[in-house]
């Protein structure tokens, strides 16, 4: 373990149970997600501990990467909860179209969906596709 990056702790500032940390080190990981390995900064874990308030016994999972990709899926996830009932009850298309989009994107990250998810993004699209026959019979409309 190379010392020569380790930053003194402030234990007053931390969280913990048993044993505080006294210096932080850099510390590689290999993230669950895309299996690359990743640092872990000292400035990081000082951040993390003293100004987060984070106890102090966990470590990362995830890379940089990986978690803002993570935050992203949850965000959308986020979105589809509460404006799914909306698009539901105001039946406008640009609504169903923006959550039929946020299941294809969550689905595409390989997210594990709830069937009732998926129902309603067959709904949804069925709904859509009727929308634009209709609109495209009308006279004067463009092809």
């Not at 400035?43 to 999972?61: G, V």
């Amino acid at each position: 373990m190379d010392h020569s990056n380790a930053v003194r702790a402030n234990p007053e500032k931390q969280n913990y149970s048993v044993c505080p940390r006294h210096w932080y080190v850099n510390a590689d990981f290999r993230c669950e997600r895309c299996g690359h390995e990743f640092t872990w900064t000292a400035q990081e874990q000082r951040r993390w501990f003293e100004d987060f308030h984070f106890w102090i016994d966990p470590s990362p999972r995830h890379c940089n990467k990986c978690r803002a990709a993570l935050r992203q899926l949850d965000s959308l996830r986020r979105e589809y909860d509460a404006d799914v009932d909306t698009a539901r009850a105001h039946n406008t298309i640009e609504s169903k179209k923006r959550i039929v989009a946020i299941v294809d994107e969550l689905e595409s990250a390989l997210v594990l969906l709830p069937k009732k998810i998926l129902d309603t993004r067959s709904e949804f699209q069925a709904q859509i596709t009727k929308a634009e026959q209709v609109a495209a019979a009308r006279p004067g409309s463009a092809p």
